[in-house]
């Protein structure tokens, strides 16, 4: 199978190479038949110019700015059977490719994998306020099957399931993408969100907004794009490094 990741990525010129890094790495480490592609979402820095210094990197342009439209964008520049949505401010520790394409290959019913993030750079007390949320997220889903998960930024979709769910919403802004596509690819086959596959990301809009703060905002945009089919919040604020 071969794999495309999709790297939406608006104003990350510090961030985006070690993003890129990381996935060359894995790639090479593994042999897998892959492809990058970064969408280029608006950026008004030098991220467009820093990411065309990797070899073998694809710049997509989109205009509209939006982390839906930069994804689809993506997914229509893109030829893999599996979709990796990959953010600009994460890198992929050893053995993530190798999660997803065994996981892939063993079953295939699976139209969605995903895992949790590991913020490198919050305190302790932080991280185990975040492995909270986790652990409610993974019970809700797997033990009380009351609703669907992907963790925006760490997910691979099966790219025919994808097309026969509609693509991603570009309606939204924000806020519920990833609960919007998991709602819609439950419909197309089996999901699974594991802590075996985690994803190192910057902290910044945790520290930002406060990691309890922003765990609700979260969890409030699951429930309510979960029963009503849209997020409860229509804006978001654009947190970037200093």
């Known amino acids: 199978m071969k794999i495309s990741f999709v790297i939406p990525a608006y104003n990350e010129e510090k961030l985006i190479g070690a993003c890129l890094e990381s996935v060359q790495k894995e790639i090479a480490r593994t042999q897998a038949d892959a492809e990058i592609i970064v969408v280029n979402n608006a950026s008004t820095d030098r991220t467009k110019e820093v990411a065309s210094l990797f070899s073998g990197v694809r710049i997509v342009d989109e205009a509209r700015k939006g982390l839906?439209?930069?994804?689809?964008?993506?997914?229509?520049?893109?030829?893999?059977?599996?979709?990796?949505?990959?953010?600009?401010?994460?890198?992929?520790?050893?053995?993530?490719?190798?999660?997803?394409?065994?996981?892939?290959?063993?079953?295939?019913?699976?139209v969605a994998?995903?895992?949790?993030?590991?913020?490198?750079?919050?305190?302790?007390?932080?991280?185990?306020?975040?492995r909270i949320f986790y652990e409610i997220g993974s019970f809700i889903q797997n033990v009380l099957h009351a609703g669907v998960y992907l963790q925006g930024g760490?997910?691979?979709?099966?790219?025919?399931?994808?097309?026969?769910?509609?693509?991603?919403?570009?309606?939204?802004?924000?806020?519920?993408?990833?609960?919007?596509?998991?709602?819609?690819?439950?419909?197309?086959?089996?999901?699974e969100w594991t802590f075996a596959l985690p994803m190192y990301t910057s902290g910044r809009r945790l520290r930002e907004e406060g990691v309890f703060n922003t765990g609700m905002r979260y969890a409030a945009n699951f429930f309510w794009t979960t029963i009503h089919g849209k997020p409860l919040s229509k804006t978001y604020t654009d947190v970037r490094s200093e």
């Open 68 to 110: 839906t439209r930069a994804r689809q964008a993506g997914l229509m520049a893109s030829s893999g059977e599996l979709i990796a949505n990959v953010d600009a401010d994460t890198k992929l520790p050893e053995g993530w490719l190798t999660t997803v394409m065994r996981e892939f290959a063993h079953d295939p019913s699976l």
């Open 113 to 130: 994998l995903s895992g949790p993030f590991i913020y490198y750079d919050l305190s302790a007390y932080e991280r185990v306020l975040v």
């Open 154 to 191: 760490n997910f691979v979709l099966r790219r025919d399931a994808l097309m026969r769910a509609g693509g991603f919403d570009i309606t939204i802004e924000f806020y519920g993408e990833d609960t919007d596509i998991a709602r819609r690819m439950k419909r197309q086959g089996r999901m």
